[in-house]
């Protein structure tokens, strides 16, 4: 249940559709979603990282997509053909999944790896240029070529 009404802000703002959408969908059944289990880390100053627990899964089960400021993270796993596996306890979960994680501006994905059963995808902001700070030379202005002007007073 959502207690807070964005109605007056949908209306005095303009761009900040994406903002006030993460903020409705909050409380939303998608994000209670509890498996597989993750972290994120901060690497460095601009960069991240994402660790997946994906035990059993191979990395041709696994695939990555990141498609408007969306990173989505899906795991199938192929069961085996031919006899039937009779557990007599299944602790290791094997069942798909579909994990999404939203990326802020400027965010790309370098790279992912699996190493023992963990999931680790690399990100990086990248600032543009025009938004990094730039210094601007001041110029002093030459005051001795200044004429003086006089006037006749009568």
């Known amino acids: 249940m959502r207690n807070v009404d964005f109605a007056p802000l949908y209306r005095s703002t303009v761009g900040f559709d994406r903002l006030f959408s993460m903020l409705d969908n909050i409380g939303s059944v998608e994000n209670t979603q509890s498996y597989p289990p993750y972290n994120i880390e901060r690497t ?31 795991g199938e796993r192929q069961e085996p053909e031919g006899e039937a596996t009779r557990f007599l306890h299944r602790g290791i979960a094997g069942r798909a999944f579909e994990r999404r994680f939203q990326l802020a501006e400027h965010v790309e994905v370098k790279g992912a790896t699996l190493k023992n059963g963990l999931l680790h995808i690399d990100l990086e902001r990248i600032i543009p240029e025009a938004m990094k700070p730039r210094r601007i030379d001041i110029a002093v202005a030459d005051n001795g070529n200044a004429k003086a002007l006089e006037a006749d007073v009568a």
């Open 44 to 74: 460095g100053e601009n960069a991240y990282r994402i660790t997946m627990a994906v035990a059993g899964f191979d990395g041709s089960e696994l695939s990555l997509e990141s498609r408007e400021n969306v990173l989505t993270v899906t």
